[in-house]
């Protein structure tokens, strides 16, 4: 699922190319080369206040061939390695050269394996010989602590990421989850390989976001703290607050393109991040750079890939670029991200349960969001399946989903965790319940048509009974149509007429909708539709000249005898 392109190919040489500049230049850590340059017109430049640094390690595969009991790891031309049998391949310890904090495990895959690679990490600090030394002969004095439960590229790993007909979809690329380790200097991983896999280029990756990459105290950046949101009880919802981009350091540099947006929202996914609970909140803006850098520079992703992460504190971090109101297509749920919203819990909520803070973020961060789209927490809508190695469903088909979903109702996996998703009946509650009253799904009947020959309708669903005012401007804002009505659901019909019910001339009309409750008004929803300009009329066809008379009594002239061949 994650390969940046096939290894050795020319997408790969350009961007060894490019760290061989970047290292000629910058005699220290290798840093995260930039491999194309970003497809769409990027905000003005911030610097990032913490700087990250990534280094990508290879694993020979006679390392991994060596120590394996009975053979079955066969090594094939060009590297590749055949799983004959489920086994796990050799241990290997690798020491960076840096300090890191974050790390994951890299690999081309091909075959049709009856089960999923995982690895098996430790990590060790301090020295490099020291930190070698505790993880190379495990069982040998102190056990090597388990930083972390062990990644898994399982069909959960397979199914999150873009949709398998989009261009920053790479099928044979894998990758484990980022692990969030906080800080060491060595990492030893064991790979669990099922039968069937063949896998090629496999690399070990560190991290650091912490600006201590060579030593020295992290520098962490402490986000603004959360502000206290609307209770269930307030008439308004509002936007709570968000860590934006260039808050939490993103580079911007790293979007290499940029999928666009969807027609409108339909839903929202909530995910874990899967990398552990045990950061510190002025971590949490360093973790979101390791799962950014991660997903563009490892898995050759466009951008993060969720919309919106949350932490185990309740801050709310902006995610995908493009506009935290607008439908911007995420990479997390394999097969459904066009017209959905992704929203990352930072942790593994499948061995814990989430803070009550991070709970109720996430349900202002979806009371909010939904309501700007207009979108129902406890409806349901058909969603249409793009496949993928661990979607649910195969291509084309149509599933029906609700607006507010767990990763595994879509894709085969235990995300968003076990303690996250029995959460979710709670999560759709407050998340309908906050800044009541709203419109639900507005709707209109088409986009344009000619007045005369045809009318638009338009209408909503109101979360109670409401006051309806509903009005339509024309290309100068002079209101040129305007109904009230009130219950629980609301209908209009325009046929392009003006107040003096004269047709208006062609153009783009806006229409507002807005509905109140006593003195608490809804967001209104808003509409635009174009009127057609008549087709000009088909000119009359020209008269056929009638042949001229002859002179009366005069003979017609004689037909000329044909001239014969010579």
């Not at 509002?238 to 339909?266: D, H, S, V």
């Not at 344009?448 to 005012?469: C, D, E, I, N, R």
Request: contains cysteine; glycine residues 12%; aromatic residues 8%.
């Amino acid at each position: 699922m994650r390969v940046l392109f096939p290894r050795g190919g020319r997408h790969r040489r350009r961007r060894r190319a490019a760290r061989a500049t970047l290292l000629a230049a910058v005699p220290v850590a290798v840093l995260v080369a930039v491999w194309s340059l970003p497809l769409v017109p990027a905000p003005p430049a911030v610097a990032a206040p913490v700087p990250t640094v990534l280094r990508e390690v290879p694993v020979a595969p006679g390392a991994l061939l060596s120590g394996v009991v009975g053979g079955g790891l066969r090594a094939e031309r060009g590297g590749a390695l055949q799983a004959l049998r489920a086994l796990a391949a050799a241990p290997r310890v690798v020491c960076p050269g840096i300090g890191f904090n974050a790390f994951g495990v890299t690999w081309s895959q091909w075959g049709s394996p009856r089960g999923a690679v995982s690895a098996d990490v430790w990590t060790a600090g301090g020295s490099a010989t020291a930190a070698a030394r505790t993880l190379a002969v495990p069982g040998s004095g102190p056990s090597p602590p388990r930083v972390a439960a062990p990644a898994v590229v399982t069909d959960d790993q397979v199914a999150e990421g873009p949709d398998p007909n989009s261009p920053e979809f790479h099928p044979h690329r894998r990758a484990t989850e980022v692990l969030w380790v906080g800080q060491a200097t060595c990492a030893r991983f064991v790979l669990h390989l099922p039968a069937g896999v063949r896998v090629l280029d496999v690399r070990a990756v560190f991290l650091n976001t912490m600006g201590n990459a060579d030593g020295g105290p992290p520098r962490g950046l402490t986000p603004p703290p959360p502000a206290a949101g609307p209770g269930t009880a307030q008439a308004t919802t509002l936007q709570p607050p968000i860590i934006t981009r260039a808050q939490w350091g993103a580079n911007e540099r790293w979007r290499n393109c940029f999928m666009g947006y969807a027609p409108a929202l339909k839903m929202a996914f909530v995910h874990h991040t899967d990398n552990g609970n045990g950061y510190a909140p002025w971590q949490s803006a360093g973790l979101v750079r390791a799962i950014y850098a991660y997903h563009t520079e490892v898995n050759g992703w466009c951008d993060i890939g969720y919309n919106f992460l949350v932490d185990r504190y309740g801050r709310i971090f902006e995610g995908r670029w493009g506009g935290m109101t607008q439908p911007v297509i995420p990479a997390a749920t394999m097969g459904f991200n066009t017209g959905s919203v992704a929203v990352a819990a930072i942790g593994d909520f499948q061995v814990a349960r989430p803070p009550a803070v991070m709970i109720s973020a996430i349900e202002r961060l979806l009371a909010w969001r939904m309501d700007v789209g207009h979108v129902d927490p406890y409806g349901k809508v058909w969603m249409r399946s793009w496949g993928g190695l661990g979607n649910k469903f195969r291509v084309g088909r149509w599933v029906d989903l609700g607006h507010v979903s767990g990763h595994r109702d879509a894709n085969y996996t235990d995300c968003p965790g076990d303690y996250l998703y029995w959460d979710l009946g709670g999560i759709r509650s407050a998340a309908y319940a906050i800044g009541l009253p709203k419109i639900f799904a507005p709707t209109q009947s088409v986009a344009h048509f000619l007045p005369g020959a045809g009318s638009v309708t338009f209408g909503a669903t109101g979360s109670t009974s409401l006051a309806w005012q509903f009005q339509i401007v024309d290309p100068s804002g002079s209101v040129v149509f305007a109904s009230t009505s009130s219950g629980p659901t609301f209908s209009s019909m325009w046929s392009g007429a003006g107040p003096g019910g004269a047709f208006l001339p062609p153009g783009v009309y806006t229409a507002t909708l807005a509905g109140m409750s006593g003195s608490a008004a809804a967001l209104s929803a808003t509409f635009t539709v174009t009127l057609d300009a008549p087709p000009p009329p088909s000119p009359s066809p020209s008269p056929s000249p009638s042949p001229s008379p002859s002179p009366s009594g005069s003979p017609p002239p004689p037909t000329p005898s044909p001239t014969a061949s010579p």
